[in-house]
């Protein structure tokens, strides 16, 4: 067993948001430019790719990996979480990766409301009211009646949503299903899930544009590398806040790299998010903790 290290396991969550913030801003990038169904379905394959190498080397192999008695839940959980991407990188294109990780900065609150009705939790008053005030969060970013609402500001949310159900579908296959398993399903169901619809979106790329590419999928196999790194050397409770930073990363991307901006009620709205979630985290924590 990996002997647990707190440190290293912070360090290693910092290095992961990291990581997936440019994946964010190259994603960003290459569908500004192309279909997002073609650049989603190629980052998967590199994806798949790298989830078979990953189970081929561990006792049992490709089989062990892909023996599952889920294997609809599992495949669906695969189908949702390339959808998610898709939402999101959609979002990327017409609100930046500023406005787009603020809103999406709510699915640990999505994943606190939802955990009664998907996998029986209960949810106790204090957390009930951390959700209602991360959304006045949301409103106050969207701000709904003020000017002209753009159903655009949507996006996020509903990739917000998807990203949550996707965790806790994670977290109930995991009563039954090894992490291993889970990570081999998600690789290839997306993998085919995105194969069937992007292959029909095909389009030339030029050469620049591959080593954008490539860079891309790269990012992605070492985002979820540290990632597990990250799980086995620390407990979840410990990191998952520091996850938070990926939207730091990304504003920052979206600020100096593409010229977005930070609005005032955005940046309030954030804040109210962040020390919603944060809470939830906590709260979280808590409960385990007396349990």
Not at 102 to 111: C, D, E
Not at 236 to 251: E, K
């Amino acid at each position: 067993m990996t002997q647990q290290n707190t440190r290293l396991g912070i360090g290693l969550m910092v290095l992961t948001t990291f990581i997936f913030a440019l994946q964010d801003g190259l994603s960003r990038h290459l569908a500004e430019h192309y279909s997002v169904f073609m650049v989603v379905m190629i980052r998967y394959w590199f994806f798949a790719a790298f989830v078979m190498t990953i189970a081929s080397r561990k006792a049992g192999g490709l089989r062990a990996a892909a023996a599952t008695s889920q294997p609809i839940i599992q495949s669906f959980r695969g189908f949702l979480l390339a959808a998610e991407i898709c939402v999101m990188v959609t979002g990327f294109v017409y609100l930046g990766l500023v406005e787009s990780h603020a809103v999406f900065a709510t699915y640990p609150l999505l994943v606190a409301a939802l955990s009664g009705p998907v996998l029986g939790e209960a949810v106790g008053w204090r957390r009930w009211m951390a959700i209602g005030v991360g959304f006045i969060g949301v409103l106050i970013i969207l701000e709904p009646g003020f000017g002209v609402f753009s159903p655009y500001a949507l996006i996020p949310l509903a990739a917000a949503l998807m990203f949550a159900l996707y965790g806790l579908l994670t977290r109930y296959v995991a009563r039954r299903d090894s992490s291993a398993t889970s990570f081999f399903w998600t690789g290839v169901t997306g993998a085919i899930a995105m194969t069937a619809v992007g292959i029909w979106h095909w389009e030339p790329m030029a050469s620049k544009d591959w080593i954008w590419m490539i860079t891309l999928c790269l990012t992605g196999a070492a985002g979820h590398f540290t990632l597990i790194k990250c799980y086995e050397v620390a407990e979840a409770s410990s990191v998952q806040p520091f996850a938070y930073l990926q939207l730091a990363f990304a504003s920052t991307l979206g600020i100096f790299v593409f010229g977005e901006t930070i609005r005032p009620n955005v940046a309030v709205g954030v804040a109210i998010i962040l020390s919603a979630g944060l809470f939830t985290l906590w709260r979280a924590h808590v409960k385990s903790k007396q349990t």
